[in-house]
């Protein structure tokens, strides 16, 4: 029996934490300076280094901008933010992700998904279609909601290698922790057996070069979720 080791946030994750937590709400704005690092650190009572680099963080989320001689000014983290900001955001909303962001994802992903399906069809022969069978399986077996989810993203993202495309599997592996989390609250309300059914007809389409059954598949069990935001929004 393994156990994981407990670690305790440093105080500058907390620092970003916070200062996240204050734009996502509202309660700084888009455009607003931040307080010098100087008054930052005694009214947060931790030193100027972790105030330094709390701010370095922010910038690379995309949640603050630093200017040089100016100061630090609250940024449109929809303009400016990278997956990690969806991260922070899946954080503030207590791990879940709200209608519009799990929308914007599912669009993203049927874009990329349905490319992905038309080039293996092109370029992959059977005998490396062949190699996702044993996922297929860990699917149908996996004991629980979230294993049987984190092998349907094997399945996809093993899909993605083969395309041939280079950046695909990275772009894909950018969207693990979000569609990790969407495909187990489809195993909550669908079941786990339906999961590997879909992907099975999926996988048959593809073992038959059949492309359009394949796009037609991946489009529609999309955006049957987008109609059923309800159920995965917060």
């Known amino acids: 029996m393994g156990f994981n080791k407990i670690t305790a946030l ?24 931040l307080p010098p690092a ?6 947060m009572g931790v030193s100027r280094p972790v105030i330094s680099a709390g701010l370095v963080e922010l910038e690379k989320l995309g949640f603050v901008e630093i200017r040089p001689r100016q100061g630090v000014f609250v940024c449109d983290y929809r303009r400016r933010g990278t997956m990690e900001t969806l991260v922070a955001i899946m954080r503030y909303n207590g791990g879940a992700l709200r209608q519009n962001e799990v929308r914007s994802l599912l669009e993203t992903r049927e874009a990329m998904e349905t490319l992905c399906m038309r080039l293996v069809c092109e370029r992959v022969g059977v005998e490396e279609l062949e190699q996702l069978a044993p996922i297929l399986d860990a699917i149908r077996d996996a004991k629980d909601n979230d294993e049987a989810a984190e092998q349907v993203f094997l399945f996809h993202h093993e899909l993605a290698v083969l395309s041939g495309n280079v950046l695909m599997p990275l772009l894909y592996y950018s969207f693990k922790p979000q569609s990790v989390y969407l495909w187990s609250l489809s195993c909550k309300r ?7 059914r879909v992907k099975l007809e999926l996988y048959t389409a593809l073992l038959n070069w059949d492309v359009e059954s394949a796009v037609a598949q991946t ?9 059923d935001l309800s159920f995965f929004g917060a």
């Open 10 to 33: 440093s105080l500058t994750d907390l620092f970003v934490q916070q200062i996240e937590n204050m734009i996502l709400s509202g309660e700084l704005a888009v455009g607003e300076q």
């Open 190 to 196: 669908d079941g786990i057996d339906r999961l590997y």
């Open 219 to 227: 489009r529609r069990v999309i955006q049957d979720t987008i109609r």
């Open 38 to 43: 100087r008054e930052l650190s005694l009214r």
